[in-house]
């Protein structure tokens, strides 16, 4: 779906942006030129940055903790 007509910016653009490291509105302005022009999609485009942040974020931990073990040692009273 576009979120920025004016630069013809999609919503997986945005996410791949952010999989590249971007992480702030100001970040997707400098790389993808989104809210650059009117800044109508300035809203949506943060929106979708949190979400894309957050998918990362759950990705990233369910991969960490499936590599860890997790081990509990009894503490003594």
Request: with cysteine.
């Amino acid at each position: 779906m576009y979120v920025c007509i004016c630069k013809g910016i999609t919503d997986n653009q945005i996410r791949e942006a952010v999989e590249n490291g971007c992480d702030s509105l100001r970040d997707l302005r400098r790389e993808l030129g989104v809210g650059s022009q009117c800044g109508k999609c300035a809203r949506h485009a943060r929106q979708e940055l949190r979400e894309a942040r957050s998918a990362n974020q759950a990705t990233s931990f369910s991969h960490s903790s499936a590599c860890e073990p997790v081990v509990f040692w009894p503490q003594p009273a």
